[in-house]
């Protein structure tokens, strides 16, 4: 039994990164329609920003949140420069632009810092009251900054509007543009956000699996898993089932199959699930009108 | 009015496998193909061999995405399943021969029973779905209760078939030959399912499900089916690399080649059939044209090629093609 809860609340907190990651992935989704590949990547880069500003001399703070705004502007660039001119060109051609971003973020990273592997301090003091013996100070950190995160998100998409103004642009351009919005402003915001929150999430996670140029590819994947089986149009979605497949991993690898095939069970246990509810646990049934 | 004829005409042509090369250009291309036999040696033959294997995984994979609109992440998967089931059946001594069309069969059965839960999954949830194909099975294949067919992580060691008949060639040229003619079957065939009605009804879906199937197609079972082909493809093209390696590994089939071939289809262009060539140039060649250009950050350089060759043809190399052709059209 106590291994039970010692899994349940590991998991849990590999869980609180999934779901910040696969949050950054459902907003930029709903602010630009599109599945940033390269998304874990760019944490990765951000994080490795953050750490040459420590190793420079400068505080967590002021590092931290430099490397946010950094990402936000070079999230936005990207779309600005590399996204939008592509505005017409299929889908999957997109998509393959995606793919070259990842292995230059990956390249370069491991170009610029070298592939060692490398300690990233946490924000959160070691003996700080929040911790127990179940979760470290930075466990219940991390799940806590995910939690500030998706309440800031939800009341700005759903209750500003400018949030509003983004989320028209995304789901439906024409009418948009109509109506005044500038579509392309939308989407670069979207890009930034989403980049901004990936440095949120990749400094968060390099204290627990270390910094390393490969750090982001795992989490990306459970990221994206995460945000599917919550549903991709789902903000809360992406948090319950970023949790859910920590979780799942865990005890899946710790009872069931063994570490060799952690990562397949928990991918096979996910795919079932989509294919008992096509949209994901919470999200929403598209309905097509023809 | 008559411009307007001559692009409407031609962007329909477009998904129309036959229009591009007439059957004298096949068989020129072939000609000159069969002559690189003689011309190539060792190395660069066994690349032109690899880029005939990717060229029909590169069809499969067209068939199911380009041409059907289902998009795979995973199809490595299926070139893994191909490359492993030839060497597991050469190891029990059946001919290579017989081998490649039973590797085909067995990657069609994995492709359709695949397919046929996937049909329910769309757009992103089907790119996680094949994603985790290719994500799973290199695990699995290094999983031990299989060890004793699959080899565990050394995988298998294969010999490469001697000429037959006593025809003077080396084992090289030969594999090379036999790989080629095993290509041009394989495009043909492909050819001649998207020439067809059947090719007709796997667009249709693509382009309009409902409306597809209020004409009485049945989605479902095109859906599937077109899933499976598309692994017979892909598996067909995995025995003849491995052929070619003589040597298959968990490790050769990681989720990277599933990701090359998809930008193997995109380089190449999206729903054409000949576009595969091109794609699968680029997917034996750009790694180690970036590795040349600069050893330390060989795949940034990969990945800028890739975007650049995005920006200057969105659409692919047979975009490009088309779209010159088209416009030689219009000034004539």
């Known amino acids: ?290 | 009015m008559q411009v307007s004829s001559v692009t409407a005409s031609s962007t329909h042509g477009v998904d129309q496998a036959s229009t591009f090369m007439s059957p004298r250009n096949i068989l020129i291309l072939v000609a000159i193909a069969a002559s690189l036999a003689y011309f190539a040696q060792g190395y660069v033959l066994f690349q032109a061999t690899m880029v005939l294997a990717y060229a029909i995984a590169l069809v499969g994979l067209n068939l199911l995405t380009g041409y059907n609109g289902q998009i795979s992440l995973g199809h490595g998967a299926f070139f893994a399943t191909g490359a492993y089931s030839l060497a597991i059946l050469m190891n029990w001594d059946v001919p290579y021969w017989l081998a490649i069309p039973i590797a085909g069969a067995i990657s069609m059965v994995a492709g359709y029973a695949f397919g046929r839960p996937a049909l329910k999954l769309q757009g992103l949830y089907l790119a996680l779905a094949t994603f985790t194909l290719s994500v799973v099975l290199p695990q699995l294949l290094k999983y031990k209760l299989f060890q004793p067919w699959t080899g565990g992580v050394g995988g298998i060691v294969l010999i490469k078939p001697d000429a037959p008949f006593g025809i003077p060639l080396s084992s090289d040229q030969y594999c090379y030959l036999f790989t080629l003619l095993i290509t041009v079957l394989m495009f043909l065939i492909a050819r001649n399912l998207i020439d067809s009605g059947t090719g007709r009804a796997i667009r249709a879906i693509r382009d309009h499900q409902m409306a597809a199937t209020s004409m009485g197609i049945n989605h479902q079972h095109y859906k599937s089916m077109t899933f499976g082909v598309s692994a017979a493809f892909a598996g067909v093209g995995g025995a003849l690399s491995a052929l070619a390696v003589q040597f298959v590994s968990p490790d050769s089939f990681t989720m990277f080649l599933s990701i090359s071939l998809l930008v193997g289809v995109v380089v190449g262009g999206i729903g054409t059939l000949w576009g595969a060539i091109f794609g699968a140039v680029f997917i034996m060649f750009v790694p180690e044209l970036a590795e040349k250009l600069s050893k330390d950050s060989a795949w940034a350089v990969y990945g800028v090629i890739l975007i650049l060759l995005v920006f200057a043809m969105p659409k692919g190399v047979m975009g490009l093609i088309n779209r010159l052709r088209v416009s030689t059209l219009v000034r004539n």
């Open chain 1, 1 to 290: 039994m106590e291994t039970l809860i010692q899994q349940v609340t590991v998991g849990l907190a590999s869980g609180g990164i999934y779901a910040c990651l696969a949050l950054a992935l459902v907003m930029i989704y709903q602010a630009t329609h599109h599945v940033n590949f390269a998304q874990g990547e760019m944490a990765m880069f951000s994080t490795f920003v953050a750490w040459a500003l420590i190793q420079a001399g400068l505080d967590y703070w002021p590092a931290f949140f430099i490397t946010v705004v950094g990402s936000f502007i070079a999230s936005a660039a990207i779309e600005f420069a590399i996204i939008r001119p592509l505005h017409k060109a299929p889908e999957l051609s997109v998509v393959a632009v995606f793919i070259g971003l990842l292995v230059i973020f990956h390249s370069v990273a491991g170009w610029i810092f070298g592939t060692e592997i490398r300690e990233f301090p946490s924000p959160f003091p070691k003996d700080a009251w929040f911790g127990g013996s179940l979760m470290s100070p930075h466990q219940v950190g991390t799940i806590f900054v995910a939690m500030c995160i998706v309440a800031g998100l939800f009341a700005f998409f759903q209750h500003t509007t400018l949030g509003l103004t983004m989320r028209a642009a995304a789901q439906n351009p024409g009418s948009s543009r109509l109506l005044g919005i500038s579509v392309g402003r939308m989407l670069m915001l979207g890009w930034g956000l989403a980049g901004a929150i990936g440095a949120v999430a990749g400094m968060m996670v390099a204290p627990f699996v270390f910094l390393d140029p490969g750090m982001m590819t795992g989490v990306l994947i459970y990221a994206f898993a995460g945000a599917l089986i919550g549903g991709i149009d789902n903000p809360v979605g992406a948090i319950v089932g970023g949790f859910l497949v920590g979780v799942l991993e865990n005890l899946l690898g710790t009872y069931v199959v063994g570490t060799d095939l952690k990562l397949t069970a928990a991918l096979v246990l996910i795919v079932s699930v989509l294919i008992v509810r096509p949209a994901g646990l919470l999200g929403r049934r598209t309905v097509q009108r023809v």
